[in-house]
């Protein structure tokens, strides 16, 4: 008869332990999260990467060039993406909410319209929440890059 050696104690890091929201949480989140999505995607991503009038007018105002315009959609692209596949979620989230903050500013400071700044703001509040709640991705995304 063979002895069966006991197991090595598990111990686990404060960061690893994974954070999963309940069932009703988790729907919320991506009932919100396919809206964002859709939303980045068709209507704010779409006409500035394929040159909508009012896009172009807005760039040309912000006065950095038609670059910035192909840039910012190409980055609202990538997170409205990122916010469907659920190993980026976190990350995407944190994206956006830099992206929004900085599309608030953008309001302010260059464009002269600080009456449309909220709305990038509550967005951002929106994407801090999806952030911390899918705070586990964000940490498997920073140990699989820290490899």
Same mark, same amino acid.
């Given at each position: 008869?063979?002895?069966?050696?006991?197991?090595?104690?598990?111990?686990?890091?404060?960061?690893?332990?994974?954070?999963?929201?309940?069932?009703?949480?988790?729907?919320? =989140?991506?009932?919100?999260? #396919?809206?964002? !999505? @859709?939303?980045?995607?068709?209507?704010?991503? $779409? *006409?500035? &990467?394929?040159?909508?009038?009012?896009?172009?007018?807005?760039?040309?105002?912000?006065?950095?060039?038609?670059?910035?315009?192909?840039?910012?959609?190409?980055?609202?692209?990538?997170?409205?993406?990122?916010?469907?596949?659920p190993r980026?979620?976190?990350?995407?989230?944190?994206? =956006?909410?830099?992206?929004? #903050?900085?599309? !608030? @500013?953008?309001?302010?400071?260059?464009?002269? $319209? *600080?009456? &449309?700044?909220?709305?990038?703001?509550?967005?951002?509040?929106?994407?801090?929440?999806?952030?911390?709640?899918r705070r586990?991705?964000?940490?498997?995304?920073?140990?699989?890059?820290?490899?």
């Open positions: 008869m063979t002895a069966i050696a006991p197991a090595a104690p598990i111990t686990t890091n404060a960061a690893t332990v994974a954070h999963r929201p309940g069932k009703k949480m988790t729907i919320a =989140l991506w009932t919100v999260q #396919v809206l964002l !999505a @859709l939303f980045f995607i068709i209507a704010s991503a $779409a *006409p500035k &990467l394929l040159g909508a009038q009012a896009a172009v007018e807005s760039f040309d105002t912000i006065g950095w060039g038609q670059w910035f315009r192909y840039f910012t959609g190409l980055v609202e692209l990538a997170g409205g993406i990122g916010l469907l596949v980026l979620t976190g990350p995407a989230a944190v994206g =956006l909410t830099v992206t929004m #903050v900085c599309a !608030a @500013l953008t309001q302010v400071l260059l464009l002269g $319209a *600080p009456a &449309l700044a909220p709305f990038p703001l509550v967005l951002g509040v929106v994407f801090v929440w999806i952030a911390w709640q586990d991705s964000i940490i498997a995304v920073r140990e699989l890059l820290a490899r």
